[in-house]
């Protein structure tokens, strides 16, 4: 059975101190890991997308990386406003399979 | 332009009841997916719609139904509403459906309260 599992569930990081997230899966056929950043009472919001181990990506201060079992987000000197949670899925056939989310707060 | 447009943002209902909730896609966008996300859950897929046909359905009981309109427009049904079905709806619209790359667009969503 597919499964995404992400960790940590929360993450307080102080202005600048740059931290990995996690997002381990398993899927029969990866044809797309993606990274949503959702804030509270909002839909998810679209960051990334990586489909073949070893592919990266990068937006401002985060880096996605991918390997056959696992990606993680990287968060160079973050922010406050990246405070959030970030969510990773796996597309399969005619869905997004959702992890938990790692729920990220950024203090000055 | 616009993105995907969620109608209520916001819903109490009592159990037993039954409720309607409404999508618009991107422009030219075809495909609608709904999904529906607990506190503290990832979302969880529901349906998917292509060209107002269902092309997937998630473990979700049967109480849950949906149809998408010539206009690619959709709704999502849900009868004899339970506590349990309190929850984030999420519509999702993408340009197609079985390609590699079905980046979803979502809108914000419609917050469910069963009471």
């Known amino acids: 059975e597919d499964q995404v599992t992400q960790s940590p569930e929360a993450l307080r990081l102080q202005e600048g101190e740059s931290s990995s997230l996690n997002c381990s899966y398993t899927?029969?056929?990866?044809?797309?890991l993606f990274w949503y950043r959702q804030d509270p009472g909002k839909g998810p919001e679209f960051l990334f997308t990586?489909?073949?181990a070893g592919e990266e990506k990068e937006k401002e201060r985060l880096k996605a990386t991918l390997t056959k079992k696992e990606s993680f987000l990287h968060i160079t000197a973050p922010k406050p406003e990246d405070s959030a949670t970030y969510l990773c899925a796996v597309y399969n056939t005619d869905k997004l399979i959702f992890g938990t989310g790692t729920r990220l707060q950024v203090f000055p | 332009d616009a993105g995907v447009t969620q109608s209520p943002t916001h819903l109490i209902k009592t159990r037993g009841q039954h409720v309607t909730l409404r999508c618009s896609p991107i422009?030219?966008?075809?495909?609608v997916s709904w999904y529906q996300q607990v506190l503290g859950q990832g979302p969880q897929f529901i349906f998917q719609?292509?060209?107002?046909?269902?092309?997937g359905r998630g473990n979700f009981p049967d109480r849950f139904s949906a149809r998408q309109f010539p206009n690619y427009s959709s709704e999502l049904n849900v009868n004899a509403l339970l506590l349990g079905d309190s929850a984030l709806y999420l519509c999702a619209s993408s340009l197609a459906t079985g390609g590699k790359s079905e980046k979803l667009f979502f809108g914000s969503g419609t917050q469910l309260s069963v009471l």
């Open positions: 422009s030219g966008h075809k495909s």
């Open positions: 899927v029969s056929g990866l044809r797309g």
């Open positions: 990586l489909y073949s």
């Open positions: 719609y292509y060209e107002k046909e269902e092309r």
